[in-house]
């Protein structure tokens, strides 16, 4: 069967649809509607931050008191925070023997009382948006933070000698929207390290981290 169309109504005062006018082969001039797919997220804005340099712990860390970093979505907050990418590359910072490999472990969590600690400022990706709702800091007090699921992991490079060397390592995770990491009032995403390094480990790495705050109609 052919292209076909469908006749509308003559114009009135009713809503206007945007079309294109196209010529076809059998119906002849007809109106191609326009379509433009849309997410169902109304975006109030997108935001960058790099945490800065992280040197990778002797000692493993708990992710509620300890840890690299900490994302939350503030008790109360109106808007939905969806995790968009997250950024780790790392080199030895100095001759060092590294017989282990930590995990560096993105977990999610709960939390009671309002973040505080150390806080980072992230840039607008449009300086056009408003300022972030939510909140990333390097420290954590005062939060009571609750672990629940464990999201994504990066393991550390080890090196066999301290004369050994290996070259810098990287990982990125750029999740689809239907995948993002959502966190809604209350909830959280920890960067902590799970596993013990080496003594003295002088192992560094970097994060960048991106994420999308929305409302849902």
Do not use: C
Request: charged fraction near 10%; charge should be neutral; proline fraction near 7%.
């Amino acid at each position: 069967m052919g292209d076909q169309k469908i006749t509308l109504p003559p114009d009135s005062v009713g809503r206007s649809i945007h079309t294109r006018e196209r010529t076809v082969s059998g119906p002849g001039v007809v109106q191609e509607p326009y379509v433009i797919p849309i997410s169902v997220r109304v975006s109030s804005g997108i935001y960058l931050a790099h945490t800065g340099a992280h040197t990778v712990q002797a000692s493993a860390t708990n992710g509620t008191s300890t840890g690299f970093w900490w994302l939350y979505n503030p008790i109360g907050s109106a808007v939905i925070v969806a995790l968009r990418s997250v950024n780790l590359a790392s080199q030895l910072g100095s001759v060092l023997a590294t017989p282990t490999s930590p995990r560096i472990l993105l977990n999610a969590f709960t939390f009671t009382s309002a973040p505080s600690g150390t806080a980072v400022t992230p840039r607008k990706a449009d300086t056009a948006y408003a300022a972030a709702t939510a909140s990333i800091r390097t420290t954590q007090v005062t939060s009571v933070v609750t672990l629940t699921e464990p999201i994504w992991s990066w393991m550390i490079y080890a090196n066999e000698t301290a004369v050994g060397g290996n070259s810098p390592s990287g990982s990125t995770s750029a999740w689809k929207e239907d995948e993002q990491p959502v966190l809604a009032a209350g909830q959280g995403l920890v960067l902590y390290q799970p596993d013990a390094g080496t003594a003295s480990d002088t192992r560094r790495f970097i994060t960048n981290v991106a994420w999308s705050e929305y409302t849902v109609p």
